[in-house]
C-alpha cells in the first residue's frame, strides 16, 4: 500500500521532517518527507496497512511544538513504490 500525505498547520520548524523519519522508520516503512513551498509537509510512505495506519496516527499528532490543523491523504499505485526505499529526508537539512 502506498500513500501521499500532505500535513498542514505549524509543520516547519519544529522537527516535524525528523519526527516523521524516525516514526516512519520505526515502522520499517519506505518513502520519504519534504517541507513545501507553501510551509506544509509531504509524505510519501509504502508499507503494510496497520503500519501506514500508525504513521497517519503519528502525522495527526505530530511532535512537541507543532500544530497540525489538516492531514489531506490520497492513495498511490502500487507502481508509485517501485523506486522507494529506506525512509529518508529530502531537500534542504
Do not use: G, Q, W
Given at each position: 500500500?502506498?500513500?501521499h500525505f500532505l500535513v498542514q498547520g505549524r509543520v516547519q520548524g519544529v522537527g516535524f521532517r525528523w519526527?516523521?523519519?524516525?516514526?516512519?522508520s520505526e515502522l520499517e516503512l519506505r518513502g520519504w518527507v519534504r517541507?513545501?513551498?507553501?510551509g506544509d509537509v509531504e509524505v510519501v510512505a509504502a508499507g503494510?496497512?496497520?503500519?501506514?495506519?500508525?504513521?497517519?496516527a503519528s502525522l495527526k499528532r505530530g511532535p512537541r511544538g507543532s500544530r497540525v490543523d489538516?492531514?489531506?491523504?490520497?492513495s498511490l499505485l502500487e507502481s508509485e513504490a517501485q523506486n522507494l526505499d529506506a525512509f529518508r529526508i529530502e531537500g534542504a537539512w
Open positions: 500500500m502506498v500513500l519526527f516523521v523519519h524516525r516514526e516512519a517541507n513545501t513551498e507553501d503494510e496497512p496497520l503500519d501506514l495506519d500508525e504513521l497517519r489538516r492531514v489531506i491523504e490520497h
